[in-house]
């Protein structure tokens, strides 16, 4: 399984990126989509998730500002970004999880640098 993460950039505070997480294969087969982010010196921490029953989930620091959705036709998963903040800054990574017999396994693509920054 292949991730491939794009559309990250350089953006003014209270600008928008989407982000995109092309799969290889099915995204079928992946119980749960989602993106990460990183700062620099800090842990990687989960930003927002979608099961292949289109339940969401996302971080506090980012409700109302963020959205995820996938085009299962694609294999894709958007990350929607709007309202940007300079904390906001940090390495996206796109994650999936397969779950097999109970047991999950999770792969990772290979991020994406956003920057808010005036």
């Known amino acids: 399984v292949q991730l491939q993460a794009s559309g990250g950039g350089l953006v003014q505070p209270g600008g928008s990126l989407r982000l995109s997480c092309a799969v290889s294969?099915?995204?079928?087969?992946?119980?749960?989509m989602g993106w990460y982010r990183q700062a620099l010196g800090k842990q990687r921490d989960m930003v927002a998730s979608?099961?292949?029953?289109?339940?969401?989930n996302y971080a506090d620091s980012v409700k109302g500002r963020f959205t995820i959705s996938r085009d299962n036709a694609k294999n894709t998963v958007y990350l929607q970004m709007n309202s940007l903040k300079p904390e906001d800054t940090a390495v996206y990574y796109c994650?999936?999880?397969?779950?097999?017999?109970?047991?999950?396994?999770?792969?990772w693509g290979q991020g994406t640098q956003v920057t808010v920054s005036s």
């Open positions: 979608i099961t292949t029953g289109g339940s969401t």
């Open positions: 294969g099915s995204i079928f087969s992946m119980s749960v």
């Open positions: 994650n999936a999880v397969r779950t097999i017999l109970g047991k999950k396994y999770h792969y």
